[in-house]
């Protein structure tokens, strides 16, 4: 069946770069997100990428995807404090013929002066 | 202009009560989900409606109802909750055959059985 797994913690400073790290079963051509989770709030769509592409950038956000490994990492340049969160990975499901996300079990990103 | 919205934003009950959690979205989107984040943060699928049909029941307990009235609002409504249906319910959207296929996520109804 489908999973996602992602590493649960990751602590960076102030300032350096966090990548944050996925991996995904489905081998079909799909959209994989990235959801943020701030404390006590919703999911917050950062980026997404498709199947077919390698690599996608925006702004502070950079989204690697190993097609091969079937690996996807979300790199954040400069990290702030506000980047202290939880991020999901997620992987779009058709199974069944319908639409549904599969998503990994977050990893919580600390942020320290 | 809230996109996807829920309420009650948060709900405490006893154990055995029956209740509803209400989602609408303003997106024109044709898809709506409900999904349960439990106590580890975990995220899992329970329903999905597509123009107001049932068309994804991820073997969710028949004490939970979703109920679509119309395209834009999607409600849950649970019976003799349970400990374990202590959680966060999240509703969702997303517009069939859109380019992206993004699914955009309300705030969230934190639920604690008591």
């Known amino acids: 069946g489908e999973d996602v797994e992602q590493s649960l913690f990751l602590s960076v400073r102030e300032g350096d770069s966090s990548v944050i790290n996925c991996t995904y079963t489905?081998?079909?051509?799909?959209?994989l997100y990235w959801y943020k989770q701030e404390p006590g709030a919703g999911l917050q769509l950062l980026t997404y990428?498709?199947?077919?592409?390698d690599m996608k950038q925006d702004q502070r956000l950079t989204v690697l995807l190993n097609k091969k490994d079937k690996h996807l990492s979300l790199r954040i340049a400069d990290t702030q404090t506000g980047d202290s969160a939880i991020y999901f990975c997620?992987?779009?499901?058709?199974?069944?013929?319908?639409?549904?996300?599969?998503f990994g079990a977050g990893t919580r990103l600390a942020v320290h002066p | 202009d809230t996109a996807v919205s829920q309420t009650p934003k948060y709900l405490v009950t006893q154990m055995g009560n029956d209740k509803s959690i209400k989602c609408e979205q303003n997106?024109?989107?044709?898809?709506m989900y409900w999904y349960k984040q439990d106590s580890k943060k975990f995220l899992k699928i329970m329903f999905s409606?597509?123009?107001?049909?049932?068309?994804i029941n991820e073997t969710v307990p028949n004490r939970f109802s979703p109920k679509s009235p119309d395209k834009a609002h999607l409600n849950l409504h649970i019976n003799s909750l349970e400990l374990g249906d202590s959680a966060v319910y999240f509703c969702?959207?997303?517009?069939?055959?859109?380019?992206?296929?993004?699914?955009?996520f309300g705030p969230g109804t934190r639920l604690t059985v008591l």
């Open positions: 969702a959207s997303r517009r069939a055959g859109g380019t992206t296929d993004t699914q955009y």
């Open positions: 489905d081998s079909s051509y799909t959209y």
């Open positions: 990428i498709f199947s077919n592409m």
């Open positions: 997620a992987e779009r499901s058709t199974s069944g013929g319908y639409n549904k996300l599969i």
């Open positions: 997106l024109g989107h044709d898809t």
């Open positions: 409606y597509n123009n107001k049909e049932l068309i």
